[in-house]
């Protein structure tokens, strides 16, 4: 409890003045922006168990104000393109900054394009963490994507250090800023929040907390980039989201979706696809 109590005051009290006056002010003026779910399977998953998670999401009921798109493996990309449901769009969880060439191992926007894929998730931290992705290798691969007609989930957020060293909104601000150098149009540029100590370890952030920094950010972008960004970008929270917790999470104004780890291999992601009903 301390902890998420020192989260709290840190994201407040740490914030420069412009964006201390955006809590009290409100920065900028909300929008309809269409809530967007994104379930990321990570390294999981079979055929067995692809058709189990394709089963759930066909029956759903899916809410069809909210975006569902989900990030498939990249062997199992092609197979989940031509059996998921018509309105769950398939992202692949990384891409290289390159049209093609001797870079083993990768993939390229054209080839997903080639195969219907039309999302690509960038700078998961687990690609920043355990491969050691820069923000700047990040910024370059969301750029060429989006150049390349693929439209981005670009993740950002901070580590546990990071967070009790009181670093939140500079880290996060950093992590954005390095995108902005590269991209002009944000149009098809989804923001995804996961604090790298909430994800798969049981451990959330409170939705206010959340919402703190979600506010900061689109705060941070309205200052830095421009304020029709800041209104227009879609800003997911991901970290231990659940069925149990979405609800309260979703209901947060600058809190635009989820990007759903653990959960959305299990029948509860319909759930959480479903939050703002």
Known sequence: MF???????????????????????????????????GGNWKMNGNKKQI???????????????????????????DYVKCNAPPNVEVAAQ?????????????????????????WVILGHSERRQIFGESDELIAEKVAFALENG?????????????????????????????????????????????PVWAIGTGKTATPEQAQDVHKALRCYISEKISPNVAESVRIQYGGSVTAAN?????????I??????GASLKPEFVQIVNARQ
């Not at 709290?8 to 269409?34: D, E």
């Open 94 to 118: 990384n891409c290289y900054k390159a049209e093609k060439g001797a870079f083993t191992g990768e993939i390229s926007p054209m080839m997903l394009k080639d195969i219907g894929v039309c």
């Open 51 to 77: 058709d189990e998670i394709l089963g759930f999401l066909k029956t759903g009921p899916l809410n069809a104000d909210t975006e569902v798109i989900v990030g498939v493996p990249a062997v199992y990309l």
């Open 3 to 37: 902890h998420l109590l020192k989260f709290s005051f840190i994201v407040k009290s740490a914030l420069p003045q412009v964006y201390q006056r955006c809590f009290s002010n409100g920065c900028p003026p909300g929008m309809a922006r269409k809530f967007v779910v």
């Open 246 to 254: 979405c609800k309260d999470l979703g209901a947060k104004p600058d």
């Open 150 to 194: 693929l439209k981005v989930i670009a993740c950002i957020g901070e580590t546990l250090n990071e967070r009790e060293a009181g670093k939140t909104e500079e880290v996060v601000f950093r992590q954005t800023q390095a995108i902005a150098d590269k991209i002009k149009d944000w149009t098809n540029v989804v923001i995804a929040y996961e």
């Open 256 to 261: 635009d979706g989820f990007l759903v780890g």
